[in-house]
């Protein structure tokens, strides 16, 4: 029971670090790999964005979660942390570059109030094409303007 509640903790957790993720390196400092995922589809050229190396990035902790928590029995826990982490990351995979950015064309677009907020929070975050004055930075948790 511990253990599952480690990877659902985690998992939560993983939204509000991916928010400041978002919101204060990619739109900070490593913009340089960020920008290209915000021009529009017509100047982007082939399949794979620099914003693309964000998923080896957060596999590192991930990856070192379950080493540390496989070697050593007095960090156990870090394992489960290891699985949120990825669990998350598959969320995020699945959300945001399947089904809003359809670059796998797996999901049509779903007809309900949560997922249509989703689909507007990432298109008013997506209207500027500067690092700066963006807002809607979470993935899985979005502003209630966006139901309306």
Same mark, same amino acid.
């Given at each position: 029971m511990l253990a599952f +509640?480690?990877? *659902?903790?985690t998992v939560l957790v993983?939204?509000?670090?991916?928010w400041f993720a978002h919101k204060y390196v990619m739109h900070g400092w490593l913009w340089s790999w960020h920008s290209d995922h915000h021009l529009p589809k017509f100047e982007k050229v082939g399949f794979f964005e620099k914003n693309d190396l964000f998923f080896?990035?957060?596999?590192?902790?991930?990856?070192?979660c379950y080493i540390f928590g496989?070697?050593?029995?007095?960090?156990?826990? +870090?394992?489960? *942390?290891?699985?949120?982490?990825s669990i998350?990351?598959?969320i995020y995979f699945l959300i945001h570059d399947v089904y809003i950015h359809q670059r796998?064309?797996?999901?049509?677009?779903?007809d309900n109030k949560y997922s249509k907020a989703i689909l507007r929070a990432h298109g008013a975050h997506h209207k500027k094409?500067?690092?700066?004055?963006?807002?809607s930075f979470g993935?899985?948790?979005v502003g209630l303007k966006f139901f309306r």
């Open positions: +509640l480690t990877i *659902v903790c993983m939204e509000f670090v991916a080896l990035v957060f596999a590192i902790p991930s990856m070192f496989s070697v050593y029995p007095d960090f156990w826990f +870090l394992f489960y *942390v290891g699985i949120g982490i998350y990351g598959a796998f064309k797996w999901f049509k677009q779903l094409h500067t690092k700066e004055d963006c807002e993935l899985l948790v």
